[in-house]
């Protein structure tokens, strides 16, 4: 998580552009007559919304301004779909800024870098997976659990270093010690979300919306 002293207003400015589109785009595709008439997705909801805020509660903070922590919305967005799932990244991050974790104006950035990026990975892989239809559970797990969770932490981390590098910013040398930490990072993060999808599809594979019962669960599987 990034924040304002790291960022130009350029950063900030084109981050907000960027980010209030994709808000209302979420807004707009988010099905919400299925979600006030389902008790059982409006616990899911504010569950992730709550897990959410003490994942990233629990943060590694460089100074100035930086911080890392994990990421988690990759079971997120196999649990709700991409508009809740940008949706509840967004209201744990409000949070965080009402509980004084994160800055006002650095909001929008942080939700271009630190959501919408995790759940288009998580969105897209599970969407390729569904095209290609595979009949073997361990292969959703990977691909849409383990897989994704890593790629995320990868992507996000090099984006943001880039785009403080496009914004201008002279990076110390501390960075260096950032950077060694992300190695560190990508293993746990595809762990914890992997483990979970893992027990969600074994326990409860009616709470994953990406996820095909009929075909992974009663199929039989074949080469």
């Known amino acids: 998580m990034i924040g304002t002293p790291l960022l ?13 589109p994709l808000l209302v785009w979420a807004i707009g595709r988010a099905p919400w007559i299925e979600l006030m008439s389902d008790s059982r997705r409006q616990h899911l909801l504010f569950g992730c919304v709550f897990a959410l805020v003490l994942l990233w509660l629990v943060r590694r903070d460089f100074a100035p301004g930086l911080a890392f922590h994990f990421i988690g919305l990759t079971v997120v967005t196999l649990l709700l779909d991409w508009p809740l799932a940008l949706l509840a990244g967004f ?22 870098l630190w959501l919408a990026l995790p759940v288009l990975i998580a969105q897209g892989c599970a969407l390729w997976v569904e095209r290609r239809q595979p009949r073997n559970l361990f292969v959703y797990i990977f691909l849409c659990g383990f897989f994704p969770a890593a790629l995320t932490a990868l992507a996000v981390a090099l984006l943001g270093l880039w785009l403080l590098q496009w914004g201008g910013l002279a990076l110390p040398y501390w960075l260096q010690d950032y950077a060694g930490y992300l190695w560190l990072v990508m293993f746990p993060e595809a762990f914890i979300n992997g483990m979970l999808v893992s027990a969600l599809v074994i326990f409860k594979p009616e709470w994953l919306e990406t996820f095909n019962r009929s075909r992974y669960l009663q199929a039989p599987w074949r080469d």
């Open 8 to 20: 130009t207003e350029s950063l900030i400015f084109g981050a907000w552009a960027l980010a209030v």
């Open 91 to 112: 209201a744990g991050q409000c949070a965080l800024c009402a509980l004084g974790r994160m800055e006002w104006a650095a909001l929008g950035f942080n939700a271009v």
